[in-house]
């Protein structure tokens, strides 16, 4: 149903395509990268089973065994398939934005359509790539022992090392990358971090950037960064901690930086039953609009779970708690767990 608007017709369902057909000009280079892979077809779940807020999703292993001698006299032993299961959550988020007539008059009648798509295109951005560092920081501070194989091998964390010692340099990234997943290190494909660290890089000419050829045969630079043939994302959302001064040690800044693989964090959007719409009130403040924008998603790393299905949407905080979070399982009363070294998530902690 089309409603008003700032004295123009609003159409919910016309204004969410626009939103996604709206260039986004933040930074917010983590979302958009290609660690999320979009799994639309799991919302379908939500709706065949009851409650629409937390599914379990089976996550098949890979097949083992032990080869056996065929020699004509020996029996052959079978083995057994394992299937993991993975507990995803919703996150459910909301937020609205007033607009008084009086703005619209003044301003000799701002395109609406355009600037507010845009404007909440690149809200939403920013809050999903919010919502995925507090995921992150979640599963990096699980407990129990399986978990903490996972923390502790894909946690790189140089920065107590004073000086240069403590700085991302040349082979960092490499020495992170194949403590996390040894010989299939080469499932990691980018990495991303805060401007600090990346300048660094650059002036250390870690770092080699990208060039194309244009149609006049010139080759130049795209501003994309690669290293140790990774792709190097630069976004100053990622987490920086200030370290005090201590007896005998100076105050230092701390940076996390990720190293991610392709489809490494699985987006669902689930929907919500009224995304967009908008409400009139013509008394306050001689004349005034609020839109109102929901959403409903699903971050899911890549063989762990969210364990707590008591909750409807968790928090911020809650997505950062340790103990929500746990590696995939079989949910035996023996657990078998899904094999950390599958999982190409992995954290840089370094002074720069």
């Not at 409807?312 to 079989?330: H, M, R, V």
């Amino acid at each position: 149903m089309a409603s008003i608007f700032d004295k123009k017709n609003f159409n919910p369902e016309v204004f969410a395509k626009y939103v996604e057909k709206t260039p986004n000009l933040n930074r917010n280079e983590l979302i958009k990268s290609r660690a999320i892979r979009r799994r639309d077809d799991i919302a379908q779940q939500f709706k065949d089973q009851v409650g629409g807020n937390y599914a379990t999703i089976p996550i098949f292993a890979r097949i083992t065994g032990s080869r056996q001698n065929y020699d004509g006299g020996t029996d052959i032993t079978a083995n057994t398939s394992t299937t993991y299961t993975q507990g995803r959550i919703v996150v459910g988020r909301a937020d609205a934005w007033t607009e008084k007539d009086f703005s619209y008059d003044i301003t000799g009648g701002v395109d609406f359509l355009e600037q507010v798509a845009q404007q909440v295109g690149e809200y939403w951005d920013e809050v999903d790539q919010l919502t995925l560092l507090s995921v992150l920081k979640g599963i990096f501070s699980m407990t129990g022992a399986e978990n903490k194989k996972f923390v502790d091998g894909h946690t790189y964390d140089i920065s107590a090392n004073a000086g240069d010692m403590g700085m991302f340099e040349a082979t960092t990234l490499n020495t992170a990358i194949q403590q996390a997943l040894g010989d299939n290190k080469a499932k990691f494909s980018l990495a991303i971090m805060h401007s600090a660290v990346a300048t660094n890089l650059e002036n250390m000419k870690v770092v080699e950037y990208l060039k194309y050829t244009d149609k006049d045969g010139i080759e130049r630079p795209t501003g994309l960064a690669i290293i140790n043939g990774k792709l190097v994302l630069v976004d100053d959302a990622m987490p920086v901690e200030y370290v005090a001064a201590a007896e005998g040690a100076e105050a230092y800044t701390k940076y996390t930086s990720y190293v991610l693989g392709d489809g490494a964090i699985e987006l669902t959007d689930c929907g919500a039953k009224v995304p967009y719409e908008v409400d009139r009130d013509p008394a306050k403040n001689g004349g005034q609009d609020t839109m109102y924008s929901r959403q409903r998603k699903i971050f899911a790393p890549y063989g762990i779970s969210f364990t707590d299905n008591s909750i409807i949407s968790p928090t911020d905080a809650q997505l950062e708690t340790g103990s929500k979070w746990s590696l995939a399982n079989s949910n035996e009363s023996s657990k078998d767990y899904f094999p950390h070294k599958a999982i190409p998530i992995a954290r840089i902690i370094t002074r720069g």
